[in-house]
Structures are given as structure tokens and as C-alpha cells.
């Protein structure tokens, strides 16, 4: 089984910054693409960010220019640095991964439970 635990998320004012971290664990083989989402309130989860294992990465365009993610392969984390944040960035953030685990060569899905990021004043 597969775990991926978020953390970092709370209430920021907007042109404030916050970091979300993504941290896998289990029996874990192999990490390949990861990405973080988000779920506004009323609205329907949308890929924010998706980072490669030899670091190529890809945005939104909501959120190009002010957000950054980056992976640590060797303790299989993924981190999101979110600056200039906007109140329309509020939303519950969910890391996702592919994951090949040590007891087969199949590549899974999985979601984390999510962390909540507020943007106000």
C-alpha cells in the first residue's frame, strides 16, 4: 500500500506565500509523474502543477509565474512553493502520484486526503 500524506496548507493573505509539502510512503519502487490539484469550493478539481522524475515540469496557466514544484526522488517528496497567492488560489490541494510498488512492476494511482489553502484577508 501507498500513502502520499500533504501538509503546508492554512490561511495565507492574498500577495502572501505558503509551501505545501507531498510526502509518499509504502512500499514504493518507483515514483514516476506527480502532480498537485486543487478543488475550490463549488468547482471541479483541476491539475494545478505535474512534475516528471527528471524534473520537467508543466502549470496552469492560473497559477504560471507565481507557483514552482519541485520532488525530492530520494525521500520521494513533492513540494509546491505558492508566492503572490490570490483569493480564487483557495481551494483543498491533493498531491497525486504514479506509483510502481515493490511487489509488481504495475503502475497505480494514488491521491492523498488533501490540505486546505484559504486565501483572505
Known amino acids: 500500500q501507498v500513502q502520499l500524506v500533504e501538509s503546508g496548507g492554512g490561511l495565507v493573505q492574498p500577495g502572501g506565500s505558503l509551501r505545501l509539502s507531498c510526502a509518499a510512503s509504502?512500499?514504493?519502487?518507483?515514483?514516476?509523474?506527480m502532480h498537485w490539484y486543487r478543488q475550490g469550493p463549488g468547482c471541479q478539481r483541476e491539475l494545478v502543477a505535474t512534475i516528471s522524475t527528471s524534473g520537467s515540469t508543466n502549470y496552469a496557466d492560473s497559477v504560471k509565474g507565481r507557483f514552482t514544484v519541485s520532488r525530492d526522488n530520494a525521500k520521494n517528496t513533492m513540494d509546491l512553493q505558492m508566492n503572490s497567492l490570490k483569493p480564487e488560489d483557495t481551494a483543498v490541494y491533493f498531491c497525486?502520484?504514479?506509483?510502481?510498488?515493490?511487489?509488481?512492476?504495475?503502475?497505480?494511482?494514488?491521491w492523498g486526503q488533501g490540505t486546505q489553502v484559504i486565501v483572505s484577508s
Open positions: 509504502g512500499s514504493i519502487f518507483r515514483i514516476g509523474l
Open positions: 497525486n502520484a504514479d506509483v510502481i510498488l515493490h511487489a509488481d512492476n504495475i503502475l497505480r494511482n494514488y
